[in-house]
C-alpha cells in the first residue's frame, strides 16, 4: 500500500504543465482549493471536474498514478463519507434504524464532499508530478521573498517544506520494508481488535522514527560537506523566466474562478 503513494515523486515529460513556472503553479493550486470548497451548485463541480480533466490531459500524466494517492486514503474518504451521511439530518429519510438515519440530503452531500476531496487529492499530486523538488523550492522561496523585508525565513521554510514533500515516498518504502522485515520475524499488524492492531504498530513507528533521524542527520551532513548556508547570495543555475504559457494556465485559471463566483451568485443548479 505505501508503495502505491506519489507525492513528492516526479513524472518526467515535455508537457505544457511542466514547462509551467512554478510559481505561476502553485499559485493555480492555491487558487483552485480555495474555490474547490466554495463551489455550492452541480455546475460547479462539472466545471471544477473539467478544469482537473484539462490540467490532467495538457501534463500528460497517467492518471493510474493520482489514483495511487487515494488508495491509501480509502479509509479516511470512508469515514468522511459515513459522518456526512448519518449526521445529516435535513431532507427526506430513506432509511432509519434505531438512531440512524440516512436521508436524501445526506447522502448527496456525501457523495460531493467525496468528490471534492478526490479532486483536491488529483490536483495537489499532479503539482508533484510535474514540478521537481528544486523547482518547488525555488517557486514557494520565490512567492515569499517579499516577507523577507520583515526578517521572515523564507528560503528556510521552502527549504524545509521541499524536503519533507520530497521525502514523504522514501519514507512509506521504508516503512513498507520494515513492515515486511518484522512480519518476517512472526509480526502481525491485521490480526486482533482494534487495540491490538495499534499496538503492533508501536515497534513500527518507533524503528520508522529511528531511520528518519537517521536520514536527516546524514542529510545535514552532506550539505555542510557542500558548504550549504542558506539562501543569502546564493544564485541560480535555472533562473525562473515566465513565459506565454504561464499567463495561459493564469488566464484559464481566473476564467475558472470567475464561472464559480458566477455559479455561487446566481445559485445555478
Given at each position: 500500500?505505501?508503495?502505491?503513494v506519489?507525492?513528492?515523486?516526479?513524472?518526467?515529460?515535455?508537457?505544457?504543465?511542466?514547462?509551467?513556472?512554478?510559481?505561476?503553479k502553485?499559485?493555480?493550486?492555491?487558487?483552485?482549493?480555495?474555490?474547490?470548497?466554495?463551489?455550492?451548485?452541480?455546475?460547479?463541480?462539472?466545471?471544477?471536474?473539467?478544469?482537473?480533466?484539462?490540467?490532467?490531459?495538457?501534463?500528460?500524466?497517467?492518471?493510474?498514478?493520482?489514483?495511487?494517492?487515494?488508495?491509501?486514503?480509502?479509509?479516511i474518504?470512508?469515514?468522511?463519507?459515513?459522518?456526512?451521511?448519518?449526521?445529516?439530518?435535513?431532507?427526506?429519510?430513506?432509511?432509519?434504524?434505531?438512531?440512524?438515519?440516512?436521508?436524501?440530503?445526506?447522502?448527496?452531500?456525501?457523495v460531493?464532499?467525496?468528490i471534492?476531496?478526490?479532486?483536491?487529492?488529483?490536483?495537489?499530486?499532479?503539482?508533484?508530478?510535474?514540478t521537481?523538488?528544486?523547482s518547488?523550492?525555488?517557486?514557494?522561496?520565490?512567492?515569499?521573498?517579499?516577507?523577507?523585508?520583515?526578517?521572515?525565513?523564507?528560503?528556510?521554510?521552502?527549504?524545509?517544506?521541499?524536503?519533507?514533500?520530497?521525502?514523504?515516498?522514501?519514507?512509506?518504502?521504508?516503512?513498507?520494508?520494515?513492515?515486511?522485515?518484522?512480519?518476517?520475524?512472526?509480526?502481525?499488524?491485521?490480526?486482533?481488535?482494534?487495540?491490538?492492531?495499534?499496538?503492533?504498530?508501536?515497534?513500527?513507528?518507533?524503528?520508522?522514527?529511528?531511520?528518519?533521524f537517521?536520514?536527516?542527520?546524514?542529510?545535514?551532513?552532506?550539505?555542510?560537506?557542500?558548504?550549504?548556508?542558506?539562501?543569502?547570495?546564493?544564485?541560480?543555475m535555472?533562473?525562473?523566466?515566465?513565459?506565454?504559457?504561464?499567463?495561459?494556465?493564469?488566464?484559464?485559471?481566473?476564467?475558472?474562478?470567475?464561472?464559480?463566483?458566477?455559479?455561487?451568485?446566481?445559485?445555478?443548479?
Open positions: 500500500m505505501f508503495k502505491d506519489t507525492f513528492g515523486q516526479y513524472y518526467p515529460s515535455d508537457s505544457v504543465v511542466h514547462r509551467m513556472d512554478p510559481r505561476f502553485l499559485v493555480i493550486a492555491f487558487a483552485f482549493i480555495i474555490v474547490l470548497f466554495m463551489i455550492n451548485s452541480f455546475a460547479g463541480y462539472i466545471t471544477a471536474g473539467l478544469f482537473v480533466f484539462v490540467c490532467v490531459a495538457a501534463a500528460k500524466v497517467p492518471v493510474k498514478l493520482l489514483f495511487k494517492n487515494i488508495k491509501p486514503l480509502w479509509f474518504l470512508l469515514f468522511m463519507f459515513v459522518i456526512n451521511v448519518f449526521f445529516t439530518r435535513s431532507g427526506n429519510v430513506l432509511f432509519s434504524f434505531w438512531i440512524l438515519k440516512i436521508t436524501d440530503e445526506g447522502l448527496i452531500k456525501a460531493l464532499m467525496l471534492r476531496i478526490v479532486m483536491l487529492i488529483f490536483f495537489t499530486g499532479l503539482l508533484t508530478l510535474t521537481t523538488p528544486i518547488l523550492t525555488v517557486g514557494i522561496e520565490s512567492l515569499l521573498s517579499p516577507l523577507k523585508k520583515i526578517k521572515f525565513p523564507a528560503h528556510e521554510l521552502a527549504m524545509m517544506m521541499t524536503i519533507a514533500l520530497r521525502f514523504i515516498p522514501t519514507l512509506m518504502e521504508e516503512t513498507d520494508k520494515i513492515m515486511k522485515a518484522q512480519m518476517a520475524r512472526g509480526a502481525s499488524f491485521d490480526t486482533g481488535n482494534l487495540y491490538q492492531k495499534a499496538k503492533s504498530m508501536i515497534p513500527l513507528l518507533i524503528t520508522l522514527f529511528v531511520s528518519a537517521r536520514r536527516a542527520d546524514e542529510l545535514a551532513l552532506a550539505m555542510t560537506a557542500r558548504c550549504y548556508n542558506g539562501g543569502e547570495g546564493r544564485t541560480r535555472n533562473p525562473l523566466k515566465v513565459s506565454g504559457v504561464d499567463y495561459a494556465g493564469a488566464v484559464m485559471t481566473v476564467l475558472f474562478i470567475a464561472a464559480m463566483i458566477m455559479f455561487n451568485y446566481v445559485h445555478v443548479i
